[in-house]
């Protein structure tokens, strides 16, 4: 019988004759694999069948990211035209107002906010004309949503503290220019002296709307507006000189202040320029009108009659609107 001599691997050692199917090492071969080396597809899914699948997630997570891309992408896009048209409503609500067309300029700027209704800059400017408009209560409404939307914006809050006490509800515009200090927005003498004026005009806690308006004054001692408030605050104390000496001054810094900026117009202004100038001279009208009216109420505390009779027809000269109350 021919005998046949065991094959040795690269070691030396004698390869057993069921070296294929123990799935060990071999020379030039794989443990589990075929003769080619070539990995099996074990019954737990590894190999090449894993690998694939592997691919597939991939594949799969790709297509996700990017149809998520495409629609951030989609939505991106709409808000940024969206608020591009919102911009496109509001300057032609601008332009309306210049005009001196106040429903045309509320139409656009409602169409402004029907395309960016949580624009905090258009919710501002539709508040702003409601207000001139007198429309309080719809003015207010835009306010507490632009302040629910960007509660330290600081012109949305000054604004609702003084839409608040237009209203009426001084409790409420106290409470306002206290968030304001709390949150430290603005400028604190101004804020001191909004809280004061809400609590003189809602004739409440009036001994600390002295303290704020003394504190307001300690930092800016010729503010004409200032000085109305507390000379508002003495008199609902029923302390009615100092009152009148402190609308003596504040009367005289403001007329004094008109007077310089009248003497001051350049010649051949542009409209821009025009239209600042108006609305300047309007504020300072607003400001004496209210000034005036107070201080014929003061007046007529003291048995001043024939002059409280006067402040009260100069403060209508200026503008002063009996219905509207004192501002």
């Known amino acids: 019988m021919k005998r046949h001599e065991p094959r040795l691997d690269k070691h030396g050692f004698p390869i057993p004759p069921d070296f294929d199917a123990a799935g060990v090492d071999r020379p030039g071969g794989r443990a589990d694999g075929d003769r080619f080396g070539n990995d099996r597809i074990g019954s737990d899914g590894e190999g090449s069948g894993s690998s694939g699948r592997w691919l597939l997630r991939l594949l799969k997570l790709g297509v996700f990211c990017a149809v998520l891309t495409a629609v951030w992408f989609q939505l991106e896009l709409n808000v940024k035209f969206r608020n591009l048209a919102g911009r496109y409503y509001a300057q ?66 000054r604004i609702r503290s003084a839409l608040l006490y237009r209203l009426h509800r001084h409790p409420e515009a106290a409470a306002a220019a206290t968030e304001m200090l709390e949150r430290r927005l603005g400028d604190v003498s101004e804020s001191l002296n909004t809280r004061a004026y809400a609590r003189a005009l809602g004739g409440f806690e009036l001994d600390e709307a002295l303290t704020d308006i003394d504190r307001a004054l300690a930092e800016r001692p010729d503010n004409a507006s200032f000085l109305d408030t507390r000379a508002y605050v003495l008199f609902k104390l029923g302390r009615h000189q100092e009152a009148l000496d ?32 108006a609305e ?21 505390k003291l048995g001043n009659v024939a002059e409280a009779k006067k402040d009260r ?12 109350g004192v501002y």
């Not at 509320?106 to 029907?114: F, M, N, T, Y």
């Not at 003596?248 to 007077?259: G, S, V």
């Not at 300047?280 to 201080?295: Q, S």
């Open 92 to 157: 032609q609500a601008v332009e309306r107002l210049r005009a001196k067309d106040l429903d045309g300029a509320l139409h656009k700027a409602d169409q402004a906010l029907s395309w960016s209704p949580s624009s905090v800059p258009l919710l501002l400017l539709r508040a702003k004309l409601l207000h001139v408009k007198s429309d309080h209560v719809a003015a207010l409404s835009d306010i507490e949503r632009a302040v629910e939307i960007k509660p330290n914006d600081e012109e949305a809050q």
């Open 313 to 324: 027809f100069i403060g209508l000269q200026h503008g002063y609107d009996p219905a509207a």
């Open 280 to 300: 300047r001279k309007t504020r300072y009208d607003e400001n004496l009108a209210v000034m005036y009216f107070h201080r014929g109420e003061v007046q007529e």
């Open 246 to 277: 402190d609308l003596e001054k504040a009367i005289a810094l403001t007329e004094k202040e008109r007077d310089a900026f009248e003497r001051g117009a350049p010649p051949n202004l542009t409209d821009e320029a025009a239209e600042f100038r």
